[in-house]
Every structure is written in C-alpha cells, then in structure tokens.
C-alpha cells in the first residue's frame, strides 16, 4: 500500500501527528510519502514548489473575500483555490489512499478533493471540514450579513459533497465525533472514533494527582 499524506504545516501538534504516523508506517513496511511547504530532511518527503508570489497571491485574494464573511477572531481557510501542484504530485506518487491532515493556508480546494478518485481520509484536527471556513466554530451555519451567508452556504455544499467520495473521517476524540455528527454533513458509517497514538519510547504515563 502505498499513502500520501497532505499537511499545509511543518511545525506543531498537527504536523508532529502527521510526521509521527508517516513514520511509523514507514516503520512497518507501508510506503508513505508526506507533502510539506518546506524542506525538513524527512524520509519520502515531497517538498511544495511554488513560488512565495502564488502562496501570496491566494492568501491575497482570500483576505478580500474574508472580509464579507462573519467577523471572529479563528483562523480562517476558505478551500477554493486549486493546487495544480498537487495534482501533479498524486499523478506522480499514483497512492493507493491520500491522508488528509492541516490543509489551511489556502493548500487546496475542495473542489479539486472532489476529482480525486482514490480513497480519501480525513484527520479532524479541527473543525474545518464542517464549518463553513472558520476551524473552530460554535455557531449555527447561518450568519448576520446576508452575503456573508450566502458565502458559507455555498462552502458547507462543496463540503457537503465529499460525502460522495470513497472517505473515511477520524475523529480523534468523542468530543469532535459528536461534533462532526452534528454537523449532519457526513454519513456516520464514514465516522471512525481513533484516537492519536503516543510512542511509549518517548512518552509514558505519570500520577494523575502528581500531575
């Protein structure tokens, strides 16, 4: 088997859990690669090649539009901008599974996800994949501003429309599994409760009470 992990972070709780999982598949024999926006000196890593002006150029673009949207203080992604590198990347590499970790930063777009036609699993890190942009949210879907609405009733369809992919969610917690089943997005048989895995050969249990 060969997977592809897609990660928009080369630093932090998400990409250690990306790293870590990519290793240990490596580990036990599995073919992993694992997409990065900079060199890190990793085993099977695949390094992004565009330029600082196109990353710019979306971030750009996406600030505009965000400024229609509702008004908090998350971070935001909006998920339209196609990455033709990435396209290339799986064409290359031909994974048998893609991994979807952190794809903020404008990464990808979620309609590119939708002509991907390999398996697809998706890490909730956050709740980005069933919020309309934001990747923590605690309101209803439906905003004050009529465009800003109107905006994120189109972002909740694309999303809504992975339900038809061949996909698999992890929530990593009970918490985030009845969030995202909440959320009425996806199918719940493709919800899976894993949680995170720990290397005991670096972390180990100590007393609650001494804690």
Known sequence: MKVLHLNGTVAGGVFNVALTLHEKLLENKIESFIFLTEKKMIRNEVISKSTINIKRFKNFIAKILKKILEKNNQTSTLGIFKSVEINKIINEIKPDVIHLH????????????????????????????????????????????????????????????????????????????????????????????????????KWYQENKEES
């Open 102 to 201: 952190w794809i903020g930063n404008e990464l990808l777009s979620i309609n590119q996800l939708l002509t991907i036609k390999k398996p697809i699993v998706i890490t909730l890190h956050d709740m980005w994949f069933f919020s309309p942009h934001q990747h923590y949210y605690s309101g209803s879907f439906k905003d004050k501003n009529y465009i800003s609405n109107i905006f994120s009733n189109f972002l909740i369809s694309q999303k809504k429309k992975l339900n038809s992919l061949d996909l698999k969610i992890v929530a990593t917690s009970e918490w985030i599994k009845k969030q995202v089943e909440k959320s009425k997005l996806y199918s719940k048989d493709k919800i899976y409760k894993i949680p995170l895995g720990l290397d005991f050969n």
